[in-house]
C-alpha cells in the first residue's frame, strides 16, 4: 500500500520487508514488514519478548538481520554499519534512558551530533535549540548526566537524539518508569518533534498513550506482525486490546 | 665490600628483576651520597643541612618518567574502555627492543622508534583479543606479560648471547634547563624523554577534555552500546586507545633500558607497569592527577635508592620495597571509592 499524497506516489520513509533476525540460533523476528511514512509517528506495540527492541536495533544495524531488507529513502541500509545509518539520518533513544552518565549534559549533547563531524563549539546553536525544547537540561548543562532525575536523563536521551538531525527518530519506551505526569510531558514532545517534520518509530508498552498520537500502529507478538492499523482502529478494537495489549 | 659494590654485584650474579630497581641513575653520583650521609649524621636540623636532600629532586622525577609514560599510556586505552593489563609486558618489550635497535643502528633514536614498534605489536595482540574477539581483557593482558617475559628472555639469549643482561649502548640524549635557575637546580639533567611525558600530560589532557576524539573516548568507556547507536564506531576507538597504550609503554620501556640505564637487564621493568595501573586508579584516570601521583611513586623510589647510599643497617631488598608497600597503603587508606569509566573492563559485541 501506498500512501497517496497529492495524486503523486511517494517513496516511503523507511520500509521493512520479510526481516528475519537471530540471536545464535534463536529467531527473534520472523518476517517482519512495516513501514514509515514521511513525518508520520508509527508505533510499534507488544508484550516483553516480542521482538520490538530488535526490531529498532535491527534498523540501526546494531544487530544484523538474517535476511530480509531495509530501506531507508529508497537506499538499502541493512548492510550498513551503524555510523552509516545514523549519518543516513536515523537517530535513537535507546532503552531505558541510556545516556554516559560521567559525560556533564552538555558533552552528551555533543557526542550526538557527533556523525557531523563539525567542530565542538560550532554545535553550540544547535544545542541552544535543545535547552529551548527541554530548558531544565540548560540549568544543568555542566552537571554529570548520572546525576540526573529519570524525566531529565530521558530529555537528556532524546535531545541527544536530536543532535544527530535525524529524518527519522527511533524511540524504545519513552515512557518507562517515569511518573505518569512526566509521561505526559514526553508524549507531548515527541509530538512537538514530529511537528517540526521529524518521522517517529516509537515502540512502547504503553499501548494507550502511543496509539493516541500515532497516525499507525503494528502489533508484535513473539515476533510476528499480528496485527496493523491505525491508531483508532487498534485503539478501539475490542479483540486486538484484550488478545494483545492487555486491557 | 661497600654497599655499592655489593649491588652491583647483585645485578651482575643474579640479573633479579628487583636488583634492576636498584641500578643507579645517572644523576647520583658519590658526592650527592656524600651530601645525604652528612645529613643524617648531622645532629641539628637546620637550612643548611636540609638542602642538602635538594639532589633527591632530579632523582624523583628520572624515576617518576617511565611511570607516567606507562601510566598515561593507560589512560588512553582505560579511557575507551579497555584495561590494561598488559602495560608491564609491554613496557619490557619496548625496553629490550630499544636495545637491539640501538645495538644494530649506533642510534638511540632508532631504537626509541623500535620500542614504539614493540610496544604497538604487542599491543595488536591484546586489541585484536579483547576488541574485536571478546576475550576476557584481563585474560588476554596477563597473556601479554607472560608472552613478554618469556619472548624478551629468549631473544635477550639469542641476540646476545649471555644470560641476564645486554651489551651496553649508547643511550638517549639529556637535557638541561640552564637558562632558568632555580628550575634547572630542582631538574637537573633530564633525559629528553622526561620534557616529553611532561608535554604528553599536557596534550593528553586537552585532548581527553576538549576534542571530538577525546569526546568519543569517554564515550565508548562509558557506554559502547549507546556510543555505536550514536554513530561512534567503537571498535576502531579502542583499537585506537589500545595502541596507545602500546606506544606509550614501549616507550616507558625504552626509557628504562636507554636512559636510566644503557642496557636491558631481564624483567628489568620491575613491576612498574603494575604501579602505573595503580596510578591510574589513584589518578582517577585524570591526566593531571597521573602526573602529580607519579611524581609521588618517583620520589618513593629515589628515597629507596638514596637510603641506600647511606650505611644504615636496613637490608636494601627493604628499601627497594618501599614503592610497593606504598602503593598498598595509599590504594587501601588514603583513598576511598574511585569511579573507573562505567564500561571498562567490559566487551563490547555488535550481536
Redesign the interface.
Known amino acids: 500500500m501506498v500512501i497517496k499524497n497529492n495524486g503523486i506516489k511517494k517513496l516511503p520513509l523507511l520500509e521493512i520487508n520479510n526481516l528475519i533476525t537471530y540471536y545464535g540460533l534463536i529467531q527473534i523476528l520472523k518476517e517482519i514488514s512495516l513501514r514509515v511514512e514521511e513525518g508520520e509517528i508509527v508505533c510499534l506495540l507488544g508484550s516483553n519478548g516480542a521482538g520490538k527492541s530488535t526490531t529498532m536495533k535491527s534498523i540501526l544495524g546494531l544487530v544484523r538481520a538474517h535476511s530480509g531488507e531495509i530501506n531507508f529513502r529508497g537506499q538499502r541500509i541493512d548492510n550498513l554499519s551503524a555510523a552509516q545509518i545514523v549519518a543516513a539520518g536515523i537517530a535513537t533513544v535507546p532503552e531505558s534512558r541510556r545516556i554516559f552518565p560521567r559525560l556533564s549534559v552538555e558533552e552528551n549533547l555533543q557526542i550526538g551530533a557527533y556523525i557531523h563531524k563539525a567542530s565542538l563549539p560550532s554545535l553550540q546553536p544547535q544545542i541552544e535549540q535543545i535547552y529551548n525544547l527541554f530548558p531544565r537540561l540548560k540549568e544543568r548543562r555542566r552537571q554529570a548526566g548520572g546525576t540526573l532525575s529519570g524525566g531529565e536523563q530521558q530529555m537528556l536521551a532524546i535531545g541527544r537524539a536530536l543532535m544527530a538531525k535525524p529524518k527519522l527518530l527511533l524511540m524504545d519506551e519513552p515512557s518507562m518508569g517515569l511518573s505518569p505526569a512526566l509521561v505526559d510531558k514526553i508524549f507531548e514532545i515527541i509530538q512537538q518533534i514530529n511537528r517540526s517534520g521529524t518521522a517517529i518509530l516509537l515502540v512502547e508498552q504503553n499501548a494507550h498513550m502511543a496509539l493516541s498520537i500515532a497516525r499507525r500502529g503494528y502489533v508484535l507478538q513473539t515476533g510476528s506482525l499480528v496485527a496493523h492499523g491505525t491508531g483508532d482502529e487498534l485503539l478501539h478494537s475490542e479483540e486486538i486490546r484484550s488478545a494483545y495489549l492487555g486491557e | 665490600m661497600s654497599l655499592r659494590a655489593k649491588r652491583s654485584n647483585l645485578i651482575r650474579t643474579h640479573g633479579d628483576c628487583f636488583a634492576s630497581l636498584a641500578m643507579t641513575p645517572q644523576v647520583s653520583d658519590e658526592n650527592t651520597t656524600k651530601k645525604l650521609n652528612n645529613f643524617f649524621n648531622g645532629k641539628k636540623f637546620t637550612l643548611e643541612n636540609l638542602s642538602s636532600i635538594w639532589p633527591l629532586f632530579p632523582l624523583a622525577f628520572a624515576k617518576s618518567v617511565p611511570l607516567i609514560l606507562a601510566a598515561t599510556g593507560g589512560l588512553y586505552s582505560e579511557r575507551t574502555g579497555v584495561v590494561n593489563i598488559g602495560l608491564e609486558g609491554m613496557m619490557l618489550s619496548g625496553a629490550l627492543a630499544g636495545i637491539i635497535g640501538t645495538y644494530y643502528s649506533h642510534n638511540p633514536w632508532i631504537g626509541l622508534a623500535a620500542a614504539i614498534a614493540a610496544g604497538i605489536i604487542l599491543a595488536l595482540i591484546l586489541a585484536v583479543t579483547s576488541v574485536s574477539l571478546g576475550i576476557n581483557q584481563i585474560v588476554s593482558g596477563i597473556a601479554v606479560n607472560i608472552l613478554a617475559i618469556g619472548l624478551t628472555g629468549g631473544l635477550l639469549f639469542k641476540i646476545f648471547g649471555g644470560y641476564g643482561s645486554s651489551p651496553s649502548v649508547e643511550k638517549l640524549p639529556q637535557v638541561s634547563l640552564h637558562p632558568i635557575p632555580l628550575l634547572s637546580e630542582l631538574l637537573g639533567n633530564q633525559s629528553i624523554l622526561f620534557y616529553f611525558a611532561v608535554i604528553l600530560v599536557i596534550v593528553t589532557f586537552f585532548l581527553i577534555n576538549?576534542?571530538?576524539l577525546g569526546?568519543?573516548m569517554?564515550?565508548a568507556g562509558?557506554?559502547p552500546?549507546?556510543?555505536?547507536?550514536?554513530?561512534?564506531?567503537v571498535f576502531r576507538i579502542r583499537y585506537f586507545g589500545v595502541l596507545m597504550s602500546g606506544a606509550l609503554s614501549g616507550m616507558a620501556g625504552a626509557y628504562l633500558s636507554l636512559a636510566d640505564l644503557s642496557q636491558f637487564v631481564e624483567r628489568m621493568t620491575a613491576g612498574r607497569g603494575f604501579i602505573a595501573l595503580a596510578v591510574l586508579i589513584l589518578g582517577r584516570w585524570k591526566p593531571f592527577n597521573i602526573l602529580l601521583v607519579c611524581l609521588f611513586f618517583g620520589l618513593a623510589e629515589a628515597l629507596a635508592e638514596f637510603l641506600q647510599g647511606i650505611e644504615l643497617t636496613i637490608p636494601a631488598q627493604f628499601l627497594l620495597m618501599l614503592p610497593f608497600i606504598l602503593t598498598l597503603f595509599v590504594m587501601g587508606g588514603l583513598i576511598g571509592e574511585t569511579?573507573p569509566?562505567?564500561c571498562l573492563g567490559k566487551s563490547y559485541q555488535?550481536?
Do not use: F, H, Q, Y
Open positions: 576538549n576534542t571530538r569526546l568519543r569517554r564515550a562509558e557506554d552500546g549507546v556510543a555505536a547507536s550514536c554513530g561512534i564506531n569511579k569509566p562505567a555488535a550481536e
